[in-house]
DNA sequence: TATTGTTATACTCTATAACTATA
DNA sequence: TATAGTTATAGAGTATAACAATA
């Protein structure tokens, strides 16, 4: 029995959900490939596979990164052969950054890893619950993104 | 009436479902409270909130960090007057840390905010869908402790 | 003059290695 | 000797400030 007074029930579940999420993404993030890129280089690939080739300024605004780090970071990845600078066409201050194959298998690979952790545990769920998950995975994406 | 063929692949939901907690992690990870401290010492606050006292190797296996990090870590929270020191009972080596009302009421404050963003993105949703995201809380948190 | 990108420099976080005190 | 904790030092990542090239 449950007393809406006492306690907002919204804010309970969102409270385990929160949790939940957190400690879930703490296990998938542990799940890497590849020790020799940071977090924020492996999310640079991630952006640039997504959006196409971009400047290094929009990417420094989309990974919430100031340029001057931008910088550095793509001449990280840039001497690891995972992304290519070309000039733009019409804007000679601008450059734009893609990412090379390399880059691509390597984005692949980690991504791989990591659903098949996922996919492994989802295994052992019952049917009910995978669709649970399911419907729960759009519900979140949406809020996520809003 | 549900078609257990439509559901997506095991691999397919995985991949999805990852994309979406780490996504959803990400907003909810840039709902802090207070920027002066780090991912690892708000972690450690919340670490000793929920076991209580705890020696610093203890926190430092916990939270997955060296024991010279955790010594850096704790310097800055004592600093800031949201741990303390006592030493140990019996074993003169030791010193059992523990979060002070300050760090408590900082925590709480920083949980508050998290959970009343999510909250309100919840209140948005239809009754049905805050049940299946009940639901999925408990699997998900399931996946993340196995 | 404003914008894009880079270089110079400093700060934070974490690591390994070496040291101190206690068991 | 072994263990708990700290100090010394180094490396990675990111920041701000200053600079060069182009619009």
Redesign the pocket.
């Known amino acids: 029995m449950t007393y809406a007074n006492e306690v907002p029930a919204d804010t309970v579940l969102a409270s385990e959900l929160r949790t939940t999420v957190m400690r879930l993404a703490r296990r998938l993030r542990n799940q890497r490939t590849d020790d020799s890129?940071?977090?924020?280089?492996i999310a640079t690939l991630g952006t640039l596979s997504r959006h196409g080739a971009l400047?290094?300024?929009?990417l420094a605004a989309h990974e919430?990164?100031?340029?001057?780090?931008?910088?550095?970071?793509?001449?990280?990845l840039e001497e690891a052969g995972l992304v290519s600078?070309t000039d733009?066409p019409?804007?000679?201050?601008?450059?734009l950054v893609a990412v090379s194959d390399k880059g691509l298998a390597m984005i692949k690979a980690d991504r791989r890893r990591r659903d098949a952790w996922l996919a492994q545990r989802m295994r052992d769920l019952p049917t009910e619950d995978v669709a649970v998950l399911h419907r729960a995975s759009e519900i979140l994406g949406r809020i996520a993104e809003g």
């Open positions: 890129l940071s977090l924020s280089q400047t290094p300024s929009e919430r990164v100031q340029p001057p780090s931008m910088t550095r970071l793509l001449a990280k600078r733009h019409t804007d000679g201050r601008q450059v």
